[in-house]
């Protein structure tokens, strides 16, 4: 304890095997962070990163379906091994667990198994680990800032208002645990229709405006488009799957960007 402030004191440490730790967050669910996560790690994966993926996410793991796993990690008693899929080394609460059982879990338990996925799992040389955290402001996020040396993270939302104001609350949360922002990303921010017209159906600009309230970079769009939803329902993201697709371009160059930001 710090006598002066009376308040547990947290060291952090960086998750062994790995470089540098790339939360990929929102405080706000059905925005499409698993999406970006998975189809991220395969970009830098495709821009010769060594890469890994942990989904935090342990009410509402998406790692097995995005990525068709159904295999369960191995262990040599005191660690597990990550389950490589294209190229990614993988963890997830999924993993160990039947795809409909309900994770029926108080906080202590929660936080229990992130521990067990950032200290006790064999991640090997690693430049980055993309962490798929889960909504929220709660248990997992404070774990992450409090105890683990989060290098960065990417703030995903729609442009929505009623999303919007859960993404200020979890920019404000990492802004007071001093965790880095990379930048926000507006996440199927309109669609083209067959007459080649853009149709923003969730708002326009709210992102943009939303990063530049709070002084945070924005780093892009993603339209809407049918492909995505179905390379993921596949299990292998449109990345991937159509690694010449105008999405998959997109992801490239939000890869580039972190890879020249830290390596």
């Known amino acids: 304890m710090d006598q002066k402030t009376n308040k547990k004191t947290f060291v952090k440490n960086?998750?062994?095997?790995?470089?540098?730790?790339?939360?990929?967050?929102?405080?706000?669910?059905?925005?499409?962070k698993s999406t970006f996560a998975t189809n991220l790690a395969l970009a830098l994966k495709k821009i010769s990163c060594n890469v890994?993926?942990?989904d935090a996410d342990i009410y509402g793991p998406s790692l097995p379906k995005l990525f068709n796993i159904s295999e369960k990690p191995e262990s040599n008693g005191q660690t597990l091994i990550p389950i490589?899929?294209?190229?990614?080394?993988?963890?997830?609460?999924?993993?160990?667990?039947?795809?409909?059982?309900?994770?029926?879990?108080?906080?202590?338990?929660?936080?229990?198994?992130i521990k067990t996925f950032t200290q006790k799992v064999k991640w090997d040389k690693l430049d980055f680990i993309i962490v798929d955290m889960p909504p929220g402001t709660g248990d997992?996020?404070?774990?992450?800032?409090?105890?683990?040396?989060?290098?960065?993270?990417?703030?995903?939302?729609?442009?929505?208002?009623?999303?919007?104001?859960?993404?200020?609350?979890?920019i404000k949360m990492f802004d007071k645990l001093k965790v880095n922002i990379i930048g926000l990303v507006d996440n199927m921010s309109y669609f083209i229709g067959?007459?080649?017209k853009k149709y923003p159906i969730f708002g326009e600009g709210g992102v943009r405006k939303t990063a530049e309230e709070f002084?945070?970079?924005?780093?892009?769009?993603?339209?809407?488009?049918?492909?995505?939803?179905?390379?993921?329902?596949?299990?292998?993201?449109?990345?991937?799957d159509m690694p010449d697709h105008e999405i998959s371009k997109i992801y490239l160059d939000f890869a580039k960007k972190i890879k020249s930001t830290y390596l």
Request: aromatic content about 6%.
């Open 84 to 113: 490589i899929k294209y190229g990614i080394q993988c963890m997830s609460i999924g993993f160990l667990t039947d795809e409909q059982t309900p994770m029926i879990w108080r906080g202590p338990m929660v936080t229990s198994a």
């Open 140 to 170: 997992t996020q404070l774990t992450f800032a409090q105890e683990i040396s989060v290098d960065g993270a990417i703030i995903i939302s729609t442009p929505q208002e009623i999303a919007l104001q859960d993404v200020k609350r979890g």
């Open 215 to 240: 002084g945070k970079e924005f780093l892009g769009e993603i339209p809407i488009n049918s492909k995505v939803g179905k390379s993921g329902d596949s299990g292998k993201p449109i990345v991937e």
């Open 14 to 32: 960086p998750i062994n095997g790995t470089k540098f730790t790339i939360a990929i967050s929102s405080a706000k669910g059905g925005v499409g």
């Open 194 to 196: 067959d007459d080649g």
């Open 52 to 54: 890994g993926l942990l």
